[in-house]
């Protein structure tokens, strides 16, 4: 399994070109991308195409190719296989047959926005890429974003209007959020703004939502600032998908409200009173 650059073609390590230029097959998510690399560092190998639409047969393939004594090498399109790119079929079928499956460590968009992002606090949760349809994605946000700890995703740029949209509606409107794009490339841009400001201003210039994107949003400055109004925003979205009941005992799941709270605030939502006429 190994890393390659995320942009930078320079951002490999020297144990992955000697790897890479050692093994026997390189299996590629993009042969062409790959080769691209390859021709760089002046590496000469082996590319066999494996991608998601041939994830399994390859998986089978890559079992039988080691059965015969020979080496492969796994690699993505950028950064480290199986994050969010293919991989995991392919290290799970090999582990099964009895093969070693080792990590050459590299970059990760991840981590790499994550070091740039100025966040002190310690505990994140990568979430990878969120539901493309709108009603599964703010429902993946109310059940990742409510307890207070940073969240990691990934966008592609046609999506990712609806998704900072989204988590602003979600999440909150003065919730931080980092967009990261085009990360270690020539129009490299980390931005740091409020949730609610995130869609104006990836719509202010067309070049602001090309690439792909790494979006961070930090933890609630505090747990009492994240308490009652992330168990809210989390049982107001549940509600919209949701029958009471559901969506009541999803929350407390979620978050950890007390059940008569959010049933209370529930009965609310769903039943608002109407103003009296005068």
């Not at 089978?60 to 492969?72: H, P, R, Y």
């Not at 050459?104 to 100025?118: E, F, N, R, V």
């Not at 046609?158 to 509606?169: S, Y």
């Not at 308490?227 to 559901?246: C, F, I, Q």
Request: with cysteine.
């Amino acid at each position: 399994m190994v890393a390659t650059p995320i942009g930078n073609l320079e951002d490999i390590t020297l144990r992955a070109l000697k790897i890479l230029a050692l093994v026997d097959t390189i299996a590629a998510e993009d042969t062409r991308i790959t080769a691209r690399l390859l021709e760089h560092h002046h590496v000469h190998g082996n590319l066999r195409a494996v991608h998601e639409h041939n994830e399994q047969r390859s998986a089978d393939w890559i079992v039988e190719t080691l059965a015969q004594g020979k080496s492969v090498a796994l690699v993505t399109d950028a950064g480290t296989p199986a994050i969010s790119d293919p991989g995991a079929t392919v290290v799970a079928r090999t582990r099964a047959s009895g093969f070693d499956v080792v990590p050459i460590p590299g970059p990760s968009a991840a981590i790499a926005a994550l070091s740039a992002a100025g966040i002190a606090d310690p505990p994140f949760l990568f979430a990878g890429f969120l539901p493309a349809k709108a009603a599964a994605r703010r429902k993946a946000l109310a059940a990742f974003g409510a307890p207070p700890r940073t969240l990691v995703l990934y966008e592609a740029p046609h999506r990712v209007v609806e998704c900072v949209e989204d988590i602003a509606e979600v999440l909150g409107a003065g919730r931080t959020i980092v967009i990261a794009r085009e990360l270690t490339k020539i129009f490299e841009q980390i931005h740091r703004c409020p949730a609610g400001e995130a869609s104006a201003f990836l719509q202010a210039d067309p070049n602001r939502r090309r690439g792909e994107f790494v979006l961070i949003i930090p933890a609630p400055a505090s747990a009492k600032e994240a308490g009652k109004t992330d168990w809210e925003r989390a049982l107001a979205v549940l509600l919209e998908e949701l029958p009471l009941a559901h969506a009541v005992k999803l929350a407390c799941r979620l978050t950890g409200v007390k059940r008569k709270a959010a049933y209370e605030r529930a009965l609310q939502l769903a039943h608002p009173v109407k103003p009296r006429r005068r």
